[in-house]
């Protein structure tokens, strides 16, 4: 019983890194995928209306679009892995030793302050913004100039205020 439990045990384990595996690819291949749509937009934005320009906020609404995917499937990957763990911990309280859960207890405590950021979270959120700013200053909706102006005037107090 014992050796049948330790190979379920071990599988299981190897399901989790083949989990994390398939995640790791899964957003390789959307950060790929982003970092040509943002050079595609640089493209369409400096050819001076030789293509249509209609092709400006359609790729970029594309692009919003996939990354709101990616996002989707951080999360499913997330709650996939948090059930295989759930699955590994009663397993490991059959064998009587909980490497992975001591683990876990180990790194959680040292991680909990920033438990809530990952950069694998927030990487589709930033090509979000990145998207939505880009496409704010090609339609002239975003001046930089007056951001930037605004910008200064806001340190400038604040330098005048704290006297530095």
Not at 3 to 25: H, I, N, Q, S
Not at 59 to 75: E, H, K
Request: one cysteine or more; charged letters at 20%; a positive charge.
């Amino acid at each position: 019983m014992a050796d049948t439990t330790f190979e379920l045990y071990r599988l299981m384990v190897e399901e989790v890194r083949e989990a994390r595996r398939a995640r790791r690819e899964l957003s390789n291949m959307f950060l790929t995928l982003n970092i040509a749509g943002f050079g595609a937009l640089g493209l369409i934005a400096r050819d001076n209306g030789a293509l249509n320009p209609a092709l400006l906020p359609m790729l970029a609404f594309a692009l919003a679009l996939t990354c709101v995917i990616w996002r989707t499937s951080n999360s499913y990957y997330t709650h996939m892995l948090a059930a295989k763990y759930k699955a590994i911990y009663a397993v490991e309280d059959q064998l009587g030793m909980h490497p992975i859960r001591d683990e876990w207890a180990a790194l959680h405590g040292k991680r909990r302050a920033m438990r809530w950021f990952s950069l694998e979270r927030a990487m589709p959120i930033l090509f979000m913004l990145g998207y939505a700013l880009f496409f704010a200053i090609q339609t002239g909706a975003l001046h930089l100039e007056t951001v930037f102006d605004q910008a200064r005037d806001l340190i400038e107090l604040a330098r005048q205020r704290f006297g530095i």
